[in-house]
Nanobody, 124 residues
Framework: QVQLVESGGGLVQAGGSLRLSCAASGRAFSNYAMGWFRQAPGKEREFVAGFSWNGVHMYYPDSVKGRFTISRDNAKNTVYLQMNSLKPEDTAVYYC?????????????????WGQGTQVTVSS
């Protein structure tokens, strides 16, 4: 069982930066692929970043590529999402998710554990 708790959301002006954190409880955190997703009001949840359980592969959609960076600290059981050059369209609730020994891709159904989400609001 893995529990995930996101933090670091808030209100930021367009062009600014935020770093989200996702703290994981449970054992063998390093065996999990981690992903970040977001959901804006009235829209479907979408993938924004992920890496495979062994850290070899990273994935970003074009909408955030070059602006968002996912990273992890296995010693702290934490995964991060650094978000730079934020745009109003990045406004959403951001969720982290974990998938044991997974590929870290955008397929939501692969992820077994989800956090409760943290709100990110980007003002214009």
């Amino acid at each position: 069982q893995v529990q995930l708790v996101e933090s670091g959301g808030g209100l930021v002006q367009a062009g600014g930066s935020l770093r989200l954190s996702c703290a994981a409880s449970g054992r063998a955190f390093s065996n999990y692929a981690m992903g970040w997703f977001r959901q804006a009001p009235g829209k479907e949840r979408e993938f924004v970043a992920g890496f495979s359980w062994n850290g070899v592969h990273m994935y970003y959609p074009d909408s955030v590529k070059g602006r968002f960076t996912i990273s992890r600290d296995n010693a702290k059981n934490t995964v991060y999402l650094q978000m730079n050059s934020l745009k109003p369209e990045d406004t959403a609730v951001y969720y982290c998710a974990a998938d044991k020994l997974g590929p870290g891709t955008s397929l939501e159904s692969l992820y077994d554990y989800w956090g409760q989400g943290t709100q990110v609001t980007v003002s214009s």
